[in-house]
Structure formats: structure tokens, C-alpha cells
């Protein structure tokens, strides 16, 4: 399997791939590939890769900028990220978070921030102390995991293309 960069001829499998897997998720608004469109529009997507097999995408994944406190201190955020319904719980997703969290670190990023299941971050690294919040949700489900810095303690902000 290779993990790359997106090119513009994956912008159709994206955008499939992205409905595709949000669609049976109860959390999903549907919205999760248009965020993924618009954060490319508006130059925001600042990693986007793709987990390629024999020519199928069957994964992708997006690291956008996020503020905190209104601050942009080298923080990113990870999503959306999909993995094909019948290739999940198979290493691809990790392998892509893996890369992309490789990726910032080389770029001097400060860390990367998301809203997820700890069942499924706490593998690839993240945690929550408690001290970064996003919207009324349970602090354990914004997670984070920092490069270089202090731990980060505020309010997330994801950019403009996550607002609908
Ligand atoms: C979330 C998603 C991208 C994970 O990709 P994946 O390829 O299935 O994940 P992996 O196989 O790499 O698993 C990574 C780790 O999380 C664990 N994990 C994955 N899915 C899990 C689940 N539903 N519940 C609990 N743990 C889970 C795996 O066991 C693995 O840990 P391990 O390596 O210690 O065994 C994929 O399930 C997906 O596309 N879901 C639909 C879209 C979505 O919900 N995106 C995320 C919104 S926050």
C-alpha cells in the first residue's frame, strides 16, 4: 500500500470515499467530503493523503490549520479521514495518521488537535488532559498530541470550512 500526496485526478475518489464512510456513522451531517472540497478551495489543506492499493484509493486523510484561543501557534487539525467500509480495522487508517503526523513534525508544526474516538486515537498517540475544549463536548473526545510547546489549554477552532 502507498501512502501519498493527493493529485487532482483523486479529487473524484475523495469525495466518494469520504460519503461512503461517514454515511453509517450516527455523527456524520453528511457534510464531511464538501469540508474536505472547501478546505481545498480555500488553501487550507495543508496535508491531504491518499492510501493507494494496485490503484484503488481506500483511504484518505486531512490536516488543516486550527486556532487556539484564537491563536494560530503551528496547531493543526486531523480530519476528515476515511478508510473504505470493507477495508477498516486493517492498519489503514493508522498508517496514514502515522505519515501525516510525520509530516507536520518535519514541517516544525506544534501538534495536531481532533474530535474523535479515544478508542481509536489513544493508538496512534493522541490523549486529553482535560484542557482543550471544543464547543460543550466531553473533553475527552478533543484530543491532541504536541511536537513542540507547551500543552495546549483553550479553545479549538477548526477553519472556516468545517463552519456550514
Ligand atoms: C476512523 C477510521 C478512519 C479508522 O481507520 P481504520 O483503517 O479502520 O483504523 P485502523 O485499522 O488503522 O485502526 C487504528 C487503531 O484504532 C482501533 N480502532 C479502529 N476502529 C475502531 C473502532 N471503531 N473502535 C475501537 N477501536 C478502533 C484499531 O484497533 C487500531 O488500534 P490497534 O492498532 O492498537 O489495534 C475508519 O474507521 C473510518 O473511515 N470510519 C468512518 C469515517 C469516520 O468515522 N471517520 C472518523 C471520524 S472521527
Known amino acids: 500500500m502507498l501512502i501519498r500526496d493527493e493529485t487532482p485526478e483523486d479529487f473524484d475518489a475523495i469525495h466518494d470515499l469520504t460519503s461512503t464512510a461517514f454515511k453509517p456513522m450516527p455523527y456524520s451531517d453528511g457534510t464531511e467530503a ?3 472540497r472547501r478546505l481545498r478551495e480555500n488553501g487550507d489543506l495543508t496535508i491531504s493523503l491518499v492510501a493507494e492499493l494496485d490503484g484503488e484509493i ?3 486523510v486531512a ?3 486550527v486556532a487556539i484561543d484564537g491563536a494560530h501557534d503551528g496547531w493543526f487539525g ?3 479521514i476515511s478508510v473504505k467500509p470493507e477495508r477498516q480495522r486493517q492498519g489503514i487508517g493508522k498508517a496514514m495518521i502515522a505519515r501525516g503526523l510525520e509530516l507536520l513534525n518535519e514541517m516544525g508544526a506544534s501538534g495536531c488537535a481532533l474530535i474523535g474516538n479515544p478508542d481509536i486515537y489513544s493508538r496512534v498517540g493522541f490523549s486529553s488532559d482535560g484542557q482543550l475544549k471544543y464547543l460543550d ?3 475527552r473526545l478533543v484530543q491532541r ?5 507547551s500543552p495546549p489549554s483553550g479553545t479549538l477552532q477548526f477553519a472556516p470550512a468545517f463552519e456550514s
Open 145 to 149: 498530541i504536541v511536537f513542540r510547546g
Open 78 to 80: 486531523l480530519g476528515p
Open 34 to 36: 464538501e469540508i474536505v
Open 58 to 60: 481506500l483511504g484518505h
Open 137 to 139: 463536548l466531553d473533553t
Open 63 to 65: 490536516f488543516s490549520p
